[in-house]
Structures are given as structure tokens and as C-alpha cells.
């Protein structure tokens, strides 16, 4: 079992920036990918950003790229997200998530929900106009 808990939501202002952290404990073992998804009320959960075990890998949803930044620490089992330039629609509730990805030559989607197997309880997010 993992557990993750995030933390650093909060309401900011248009333009304004926040910084989320996510930290993943229990039977974690190594070479896990850590992502990012949000929910906006009405709104499916969409993917927001992962990244891969060594880091080299990162992946972002369009609408993010150039203002989002994902990191991790392996060492302390943490995903954080800078998030710059923040706008109104990013609004909403902010997961993430625990994915011991694919078996060796079978990649998987990252982008979408049913490739992680834990998540946490999220964190909100309000940006406002």
C-alpha cells in the first residue's frame, strides 16, 4: 500500500504563484512515476503533468506548458509543482498520483487515470480573476 498526501493549495490571485507537494510513503520500493491531475467542479479529472523515477522524463497537458514545473525528490519521496502565471481555469482540485508504470517494453498512457494506482486526497487550488 501507498499513501500520498499533498499540500499547498490555496486562493491566489490571476498571475500569481503556488507551489504543491506531494509526499508518497509506504511500500513505495523505486522507479515510480509521480503525476499531477486536477478536478474542476463538473469537470472530469484531467491530467496536469508526471514525471519520470529519474526525473529526466516530463510530460504536461498543453495548457500548462511554459508555467508548470514538475521536480521530485527521490530521496525524500516527494513530487512538487510550481505553478507560474497562474489563470482562473486552473481552478480546482489538484491529485496526485502513484503509477509503477509499465512492464519493461509495455509503456503505458501516463496521461490518463487508470494508468496510477494510488492517489491522494488532493489539495484545492483558486485562482481568481
Known amino acids: 500500500q501507498v499513501q500520498l498526501v499533498e499540500s499547498g493549495g490555496g486562493l491566489v490571485q490571476a498571475g500569481d504563484s503556488l507551489r504543491l507537494s506531494c509526499v508518497a510513503s509506504?511500500?513505495?520500493?523505486?522507479?515510480?512515476?509521480l503525476g499531477w491531475f486536477r478536478q474542476a467542479p463538473g469537470q472530469e479529472r484531467e491530467f496536469v503533468s508526471a514525471?519520470?523515477?529519474?526525473?529526466?522524463?516530463?510530460i504536461y497537458t498543453d495548457s500548462v506548458k511554459g508555467r508548470f514545473t514538475i521536480s521530485r525528490d527521490n530521496a525524500k519521496g516527494t513530487t512538487s509543482l510550481q505553478m507560474n502565471s497562474l489563470k482562473p481555469e486552473d481552478t480546482a482540485v489538484y491529485y496526485c498520483?502513484?503509477?509503477?508504470?509499465?512492464?519493461?517494453?509495455?509503456?503505458?498512457?501516463?496521461?490518463?487515470?487508470?494508468?496510477?494506482?494510488?492517489w491522494g486526497q488532493g489539495t484545492q487550488v483558486t485562482v481568481s480573476s
Open positions: 509506504g511500500r513505495t520500493y523505486n522507479d515510480y512515476v
Open positions: 498520483a502513484f503509477s509503477r508504470g509499465g512492464a519493461p517494453g509495455f509503456p503505458i498512457d501516463l496521461t490518463i487515470f487508470d494508468s496510477y494506482d494510488y
Open positions: 514525471i519520470s523515477w529519474s526525473g529526466q522524463t516530463t
